[in-house]
């Protein structure tokens, strides 16, 4: 599926996703990832949603003055982030949106689009 919207020649954009990888600015991840618009991220994480700590989104706290919104793509079907590690986040300064990773890179990058500051944290869809 391509998602591509005009976006400025620096940004990255999420071109597509499928069978398990993205293709980001006309690169290829082949696990999950995390897309902001001026750096890519081959993220270390191979689990589900209710794998992930807080550490895990160190690279976004890190810059967390600088996003508006960090949108988690969750695989497939969209699944909770558990609620104490929403809260830890937020404390942190993260404001985390999750949905399904289609979902995910398709709104990454019409907010991309509208200026917004914007991260994109994606599981990939597990190959068929």
Known sequence: MDVTP???ANQ???Q???DG???VSGNVYEASVIVMPDRVIAWEFSGGVGDLSEDDFAPLVQRAE???VVLLGCGK???FLPAP???ALKERGLNIEVMDTGAACRTYNVLLAEGRRVAAVLLP???K
Do not use: E, G, K, W
Request: proline share 4%.
């Open 6 to 8: 005009l976006v400025a």
């Open 12 to 14: 990255h954009i999420i």
């Open 16 to 18: 597509s996703y499928a």
């Open 21 to 23: 990888r993205f293709r």
């Open 66 to 68: 600088t996003l508006d």
């Open 77 to 79: 079907a969209m699944a």
């Open 85 to 87: 590690l929403r809260q």
């Open 125 to 127: 869809f597990p190959v």
